[in-house]
């Protein structure tokens, strides 16, 4: 075993110095959010493959039985929300026909 070097990192070294802040380490203060940020990271990219590999089973995506779709539409209320326009698009025609009776100031 000669040619092994058991140095430790630099950043897990104390270093002794007077320009030093104490307690400030600058290279241990960067590798911890770096192991955070792998970390998050790694989390994210599980959590992303668990949703892939279940997103073709019911257990990949939850959804409330509530907001499900009807089979069909309810033809009264289509028909209701169609006379709804027809009679707004009617009233906006008469408008753009008759003038107001107030003067409009854009003009």
Known sequence: MKGINLTLPSFLRRRSGKNRAPG???A????????????IAG???????YLFLNVHTEKGALTEEEGAPSGSLD??????TVAFYAA???K???LKRTHPSFVDPAR
């Open 24 to 26: 400030r380490r600058p």
């Open 75 to 80: 033809r009264k209320k289509l028909d209701d």
């Open 43 to 49: 989390g994210i990219w599980l959590f992303g493959g």
């Open 92 to 94: 906006l025609e008469e």
């Open 88 to 90: 707004r698009i009617k």
């Open 28 to 39: 241990r203060d960067w590798f911890i959010m770096l192991i955070l940020a792998a970390f």
